[in-house]
């Protein structure tokens, strides 16, 4: 069987990831598109085999429609939860991009949409399928570093002048866009959610950065007395990785969330080092496939609304923070 996706948003990350993605895998298929440039995309719509184009107007029609049964949501932060909502009310499964949406609020009445409609809701976070960052997270619940007591993780790329990711009526910034890679990134090494933070961020003279910050950096408390502390930049060259210090040794993790460049993990125990470099692998082949197996087997997806509403919370909290100068605590139930 195939679950069929409708992708709403036909922009870079739709173009250059997820359409190739998905047309690898057996159990998915595009089968619509929703763009506010209908006869832009007619184009790559013939290129994927996708039949139906539909304006953003046309959304519902296409809800409606019996060409999908789930949608793929690659749309800026602030308007993710208003196509969910109404994808959820339509019965059908919702992939959304992280952050998940612009406020703790919106978050919650997604989540609950999807729960109301019995349908699955899934916060798109590649990573929880890629082969390095597995290993790496395995290395360490395995005790291979022993306890692990502080995390630090670096995500920076140069951001084009006219990126909606820079405009703040989108909730855009480097702190949700690529911090957010961070900051799943850290709750899953201590396996725990953080009880406080504080944040710090930076403004430039440089026109890219009139609505937004350049960069942003987070210290996050943890339970046992564990830490973790982040930066993400739009301002500087592309670099991204992960270091986890523990008792007993340490995990390196570089090209750490880019989904271009294949991963490297190097484990340090004393003077022994064991570096493995993964293969590269289609990420958002592998998180389409994960989904639609999901909904194939009636299954609900590890990373889930309550995921994406978890980050988005602490998000706002590391927000709130730099915009302060005060730390601010977190509340979060463990998951």
Not at 51 to 67: F, G, P, T
Not at 201 to 225: C, H, Q, W, Y
Request: proline content about 5%; hydrophobic content about 40%; charged content about 20%.
């Amino acid at each position: 069987m195939t679950v069929r996706y409708a992708v709403v948003g036909a922009g870079w990350i739709s173009q250059i990831a997820f359409l190739p993605g998905t047309a690898q895998v057996e159990n998915s298929e595009v089968t619509a598109l929703v763009t506010g440039n209908s006869e832009g995309v007619r184009r790559l719509a013939d290129y994927y085999g996708i039949k139906h184009i539909y304006s953003y107007e046309q959304y519902d029609q296409m809800l409606s429609d019996v060409v999908a049964d789930a949608i793929y949501i690659a749309l800026p932060n602030s308007m993710h939860a208003v196509y969910t909502i109404r994808a959820a009310q339509a019965g059908k499964h919702i992939l959304v991009e992280k952050p998940l949406a612009a406020s703790v609020e919106e978050c919650e009445t997604m989540v609950s949409a999807a729960r109301d409609a019995g349908v699955f809701l899934m916060t798109a976070y590649r990573l929880h399928n890629e082969p390095g960052n597995l290993h790496a997270l395995k290395l360490i619940k395995d005790g291979a570093i022993g306890d692990p007591r502080a995390y630090s993780s670096l995500f920076s790329f140069m951001a084009g002048p006219k990126n909606h990711r820079l405009q703040a009526s989108h909730w855009g910034g480097p702190l949700q866009d690529i911090g957010v890679y961070c900051l799943n990134a850290v709750r899953h090494v201590f396996e725990d959610e953080p009880t406080e933070v504080s944040a710090a961020r930076n403004t430039v003279n440089d026109p890219r950065f009139s609505e937004v910050e350049e960069s942003i950096a987070a210290t996050l408390m943890f339970p046992k007395g564990r830490i973790g502390q982040f930066i993400a930049s739009f301002g500087a060259e592309q670099l991204d990785m992960n270091r986890v210090a523990g008792t007993a040794g340490e995990i390196a993790v570089e090209s750490a969330f880019d989904f271009q460049t294949p991963t490297t993990v190097r484990l340090t125990c004393g003077s022994e080092v064991i570096e493995h470099q993964f293969p590269q692998t289609d990420q958002f082949a592998g998180q389409s496939a994960y989904f639609s197996d999901c909904i194939l087997k009636n299954v609900a997806p590890e990373s889930d609304g309550e995921e994406g509403l978890a980050d988005v919370a602490i998000l706002c909290a590391i927000e709130s923070s730099a915009q302060s100068g005060a730390p601010r605590p977190v509340d979060l139930k463990p998951r």
